[in-house]
Each structure stands twice: as structure tokens, then as C-alpha cells.
Nanobody, 115 residues
Framework: QVQLSESGGGLVQPGGSLRLSCAASGSIFSINVMGWYRQAPGKERELVATITSGGRTNYADSVKGRFTISGSVGVPTMYLEMNSLKVEDTAVYYC?????????WGQGTQVSVSS
């Protein structure tokens, strides 16, 4: 069992930066994949970035070069560094963990980008 809790969201102007954190507790070892998803009102939840237990990262095309995911197996906190934020980045951001055939999700943190 893994419990996840996101923090770091807020209101920021276009071009600004935010750093999201996801605190994990419980069985945080043997995690295969960690990552971030986001969901805007009226839209489907979409992948933002993932990192595997081997440290390999994957990013959605829309955030490549602007967002950076970091974290590792056994470390209780995962991060998403967001730079050059755009209005279209506005969404609720969720962290997730895949461990031993189970998916775990946080409650989400709101990121609002507005001028």
C-alpha cells in the first residue's frame, strides 16, 4: 500500500515557475514507475511525465524542455519542476505510483496559470 500527497500548486503568471512535490508513505520500495498526470476541467486526464525505477524519464510533447521530473525508488518525495508555464498548463496535477501491478494516486494539487 502506498499513500501519496501532492503539494506546491498555486497561482502563477505565464512564464513563471512552480515546483510540485509528492510525498509518499507506506510501501515505497519496489516501485516500478512514478509520475505526474494532470486534468483540466472538461478534459481527460493526461500524462505529464514519468520516471522508471532505472531513472529513465518520459515527457508529454507539450511539456518537453519546460518540465523536469525527479525522484527515485526508496526516496519518499517526488518532484515536478515546472518552468516557462503557460495558460494551457492550468490543471489539477496528480502524482502516481505503479508498484507490483497496482496504481496509486494522490488527491491532486491545483496549478493555475493566469495573467
Amino acid at each position: 500500500q502506498v499513500q501519496l500527497s501532492e503539494s506546491g500548486g498555486g497561482l502563477v503568471q505565464p512564464g513563471g515557475s512552480l515546483r510540485l512535490s509528492c510525498a509518499a508513505s507506506g510501501s515505497i520500495f519496489s516501485i516500478n514507475v512514478m509520475g505526474w498526470y494532470r486534468q483540466a476541467p472538461g478534459k481527460e486526464r493526461e500524462l505529464v511525465a514519468t520516471i522508471t525505477s532505472g531513472g529513465r524519464t518520459n515527457y508529454a510533447d507539450s511539456v518537453k524542455g519546460r518540465f523536469t521530473i525527479s525522484g527515485s525508488v526508496g526516496v519518499p518525495t517526488m518532484y515536478l519542476e515546472m518552468n516557462s508555464l503557460k495558460v494551457e498548463d492550468t490543471a489539477v496535477y496528480y502524482c502516481y505510483v505503479h508498484r507490483e501491478n497496482y496504481d496509486y494516486w494522490g488527491q491532486g494539487t491545483q496549478v493555475s496559470v493566469s495573467s
